[in-house]
C-alpha cells in the first residue's frame, strides 16, 4: 500500500474519548476506532495518517512499519516510554505529546491530587481499613496510621507535579526538600544538590522525576537504604525508576512502613503484571503496599481538556502541512 493511500485516523483507544476531541480529528480524515489489541492495532495503522494513542500500547517500530502513511503519532501524557522516538524520528513521523506545554499543564490536577491521595491512603491505611469494615470485626485498633504534618517531604522531580504536592506538602505542615536532575526552584521548597542528600532527609519521599537514561533505576537497594526506617515511598512517575525487587525487600524487612504506587515497570504487559513482586506483596500487605493501574491522570476534567488539546494541535499541523 503506498502512503499516499494513507488518510484516517485512528484512535486506539476510544473508551470515553471527548467527542469534542474526535469532531476534531474527523475533519483531518475517516476515523477509525479501537479498542485493538496488538494484531488488530498494526492491521488498523495499514492506511493511517494520524495515530492517537494512550498508554495501553506500546508504538514501536513494528506498529510504525506497519503505517507507511502515517504522518502524525499523538499521546496526550508527557512521557513517551510508551513510544520508540528514535523508529518514529528514522521513519519521518512526527510526535506529538504534552511535554512542555505548560500553559495547559498548569491547569491540570489530576496526577498532583492522585499522588496526594495515595500518601493519605497509605499514612492512614485506608484501602485496608475499608475493606476491613465491611467483612469485620469493627476494629480500629488494627489500622492505627500515622500524621503527616511534621514529617520531612522529599520530592524526586521539581518539576510540574513535584511543584504542586510540594505546596500540599506546605498546606500540611510539612518541611519540603527536593531534587532534580536540573537545576530549579520553589518557593518553600529547600533544594538539595544529590539524591543520597534528599533520601536521609525524606520521612515521605515521592517520585516524580521524568524516565530518561538518568533516572531508569535510580532507585534501587542502596538508595532505598538511605531513607529513614519507617518512612513512606510514593511514585506517580513511571515504574522503571524504581527497582520493584529492591522496593519489596524494603517493605518486608519493614525498613519502609509502607509503599503506594500507580505505576509497573512492564506494566502494558499482562504477563509482566503477574510476575510482577510488588503487587504479590500488595495482595497480603493492602495495609503497607497499594498499587493503582496508572490512573493518577484519568480524570474526566483532564482527560478531555488533554484529548481536545492534542486534536486541536494536530489539526493545526496537519493543516500547515497541507
Avoid at 181 to 200: D, N
Wanted: charged share 20%; hydrophobic share 45%.
Amino acid at each position: 500500500m503506498s502512503a499516499s493511500n494513507a488518510d484516517r485516523v485512528v484512535i486506539a483507544e476510544p473508551l470515553h474519548y471527548s467527542p469534542a476531541a474526535r469532531a476534531l480529528l474527523a475533519s483531518i480524515g475517516p476515523i477509525v476506532e479501537g479498542p485493538f489489541d496488538r494484531a488488530a492495532l498494526i492491521e488498523a495503522v495499514a492506511r493511517a495518517r494520524v495515530l492517537v494513542v494512550r498508554l495501553s500500547h506500546q508504538i514501536d517500530d513494528a506498529v510504525l512499519a506497519a503505517a507507511p502513511g502515517l504522518e502524525y503519532l499523538g499521546s496526550p501524557t508527557t512521557g513517551t516510554d510508551h513510544i520508540d522516538l528514535v523508529a518514529a524520528e528514522a521513519r519521518g513521523v512526527r510526535v506529538v505529546t504534552l511535554r512542555g506545554e505548560a500553559d495547559l499543564l498548569s491547569t491540570i490536577r489530576a496526577t498532583p491530587e492522585h499522588t496526594w491521595a495515595l500518601l493519605l491512603a497509605l499514612a492512614r491505611k485506608l484501602p485496608a481499613a475499608a475493606a476491613a469494615s465491611l467483612t469485620g470485626p469493627w476494629d480500629r485498633d488494627a489500622f492505627r496510621g500515622t500524621e503527616l504534618a511534621g514529617k520531612r517531604l522529599g520530592i524526586f522531580g521539581l518539576g510540574r507535579v513535584g511543584r504542586i504536592v510540594a505546596a500540599y506538602g506546605t498546606a500540611f505542615q510539612m518541611p519540603v526538600c527536593a531534587y532534580d536532575t536540573a537545576p530549579k526552584s520553589a518557593p518553600g521548597v529547600t533544594m538539595l544538590g544529590s539524591l543520597p542528600e534528599l533520601l536521609v532527609r525524606s520521612d515521605v519521599l515521592l517520585v516524580e522525576v521524568s524516565l530518561d537514561d538518568s533516572t531508569r533505576g535510580a532507585i534501587g537497594a542502596r538508595e532505598l537504604s538511605l531513607l529513614p526506617e519507617g518512612s513512606l515511598l510514593v511514585n506517580t512517575a513511571r515504574g522503571a525508576i524504581v527497582e520493584e525487587v529492591a522496593l519489596v525487600d524494603a517493605l518486608r524487612t519493614g525498613h519502609l512502613a509502607g509503599a503506594a504506587v500507580d505505576v509497573l515497570e512492564g506494566e502494558r504487559s499482562p504477563e509482566a503484571q503477574q510476575r510482577s513482586p510488588l503487587l504479590e506483596y500488595a495482595r497480603a500487605h493492602p495495609d503497607r503496599a497499594i498499587v493503582t493501574p496508572h490512573i493518577a491522570g484519568a480524570t474526566w476534567e483532564s482527560m478531555r481538556r488533554t484529548e481536545v488539546f492534542l486534536a486541536e494541535r494536530l489539526l493545526e499541523l496537519v493543516t500547515a502541512d497541507s
